[in-house]
C-alpha cells in the first residue's frame, strides 16, 4: 500500500492510502452495497456508508501510479478549496479520472464493476495505516499487491477509446514501440488529469 502525506491541507485531506488488489472475487456484491448503501436511511445508512468510504477504482483504466495519485492530488486540492463536483472526495477521484463531466459515467467507467477481479482502492483521511488497512480488508476480498503491478493490468486499446487518443499524431508515431506507446499515452492521459479541474 502506498502512503502520500499532505500536510499542508486540513487534517481530515492530510493522507492518501492506494492500495491494489487482485484476485477479487467480491466485485458485484460490493457495488450492490455501495449502491444500497446510498439509498440506506440513517442511521443504518451512516455506518454502512462510512464502511465503504473509499473509492474503489478499476485499474485496468489507470496507465500509472503517477495517474491514479495525480487524481487523487487533484481531488484533495477540490475538497480543500470547497469546490468538489461530487458528493465525496472519494466519487471526485472517480472524477477527475474520466476524461468527460459527467459523474454516472466516471462512476460507470472507473468505479467498481461486476466484472472486475482487480481494485485499486483509495482512503482519504488521516487514520492510521493499520485502520485504513484493516477497514480496507473488511470489504475486499483479494490479494494485496504492490502498487507496482498496476501497469500488469492496463488496458490500453480502452485508455485509448475513453480518452479519444486513436488518431493522435504523437501514438501514430510512436506505433511499433509498444513502451514508446505507453509512455506517450500515460503522459497525455496524466496531463489532462492534472488539467480538467481548470477546464472543467
Known sequence: MEVISYPYFPAHLSRAYIALYTSVTDAGSLRSRI???????SPEGDQERELLNFAFVDPRLITSALHVETAVYQAIL????????????????????????NISEAIRRYGVSDGCTSLLVIRIDSSE????EAKMGSVVSGQLVPLTQLGTLTDWAAVKK???????????AASGDIQKEHDVVDNIVVSSVAIKSVMG
Open 162 to 172: 475513453y480518452h479519444k487518443l486513436n488518431q493522435e499524431a504523437a501514438i501514430k
Open 78 to 101: 477540490a475538497a480543500a478549496q470547497g469546490s468538489l463536483r461530487t458528493k465525496t472526495v472519494h466519487s471526485e477521484v472517480l472524477w477527475a479520472l474520466n476524461p468527460g463531466n
Open 129 to 132: 495505516l493499520q485502520d485504513v
Open 35 to 41: 449502491i444500497n448503501a446510498a439509498t440506506l436511511a
